[in-house]
């Protein structure tokens, strides 16, 4: 196993543009995470899936935040009309539910800068 | 305000030198977690803390979990240029919350 894919590394927008963004989760893993982390900060708690069902969505989150895991697979993090303030690093963890504990393996991020 | 704080918020010390470094909360937790994390990198998983005044030994780093399950430690001992990175804590409710992190920086 490769181990919790994201694509692009690195996306580069202007403001008001649309984006998307791809996780490709650990397969055995039920459970999919989205995070988003600035600098010098702790990543925020975005999102989760437990297979395609999303479980919570953090009241952060504006409405031009869409993500979405159809088959309880990859996912998607869609981001309508960029705003400056949306630059981040958006980060995709997964985890398998039902561990004794839970572990979160995270990808690289995709790093994302609104000009 | 975060569910878990981390202090210090930065850390530069040479190699060699021990440290400390701190997560704290209101909320008791099942489990807490510490990660590291390098520049353009994900978190990577260090240690899982379960059991009230658990201490748990990775090599240098020795993480302790408080006896109320609400805060936890990490020490380095004689710290290393490789130790260098972004130490976050995080808690799991329903779902899995961070602290802001320790930026900690060993100079040679």
């Known amino acids: 196993d490769t181990g919790v894919s994201q694509d692009p590394r690195h996306k580069i927008t202007k403001r008001g543009q649309n984006v998307t963004f791809r996780c490709d989760p650990i397969s055995e893993h039920n459970r999919l995470y989205w995070y988003r982390q600035t600098l010098g900060q702790g990543p925020e708690f975005l999102t989760y899936f437990q297979n395609e069902a999303q479980l919570e969505k953090s009241r952060l989150l504006s409405n031009r935040f869409s993500a979405e895991r159809p088959k309880g697979s990859f996912s998607t993090l869609e981001i309508q009309r960029t705003e400056q303030g949306d630059s981040a690093m958006y980060l995709c963890?997964?985890?398998?539910?039902?561990?004794?504990?839970?572990?979160?393996?995270f990808g690289s991020g995709t790093q994302l800068s609104v000009l | 305000t975060q569910l878990l704080e981390q202090s210090p918020q930065f850390l530069s010390i040479q190699e060699g030198e021990n440290l400390t470094v701190y997560c704290n909360s209101s909320?008791?937790?099942?489990?807490l977690q510490w990660y590291r994390q390098e520049p353009g990198e994900g978190p990577v998983l260090l240690v899982t803390?379960?059991?009230?005044?658990e201490v748990k030994k990775l090599k240098r780093l020795t993480f302790q979990f408080g006896d109320a399950r609400k805060d936890s430690s990490l020490h380095i001992t004689a710290a290393q240029p490789g130790d260098t990175g972004l130490y976050l804590c995080a808690g799991a409710l329903d779902d899995m919350r961070f602290g802001a992190g320790t930026r900690l920086t060993v100079k040679p």
């Open positions: 963890a997964s985890s398998l539910q039902g561990d004794a504990w839970e572990k979160l393996f």
């Open positions: 803390v379960v059991t009230g005044g």
């Open positions: 909320s008791v937790f099942s489990s």
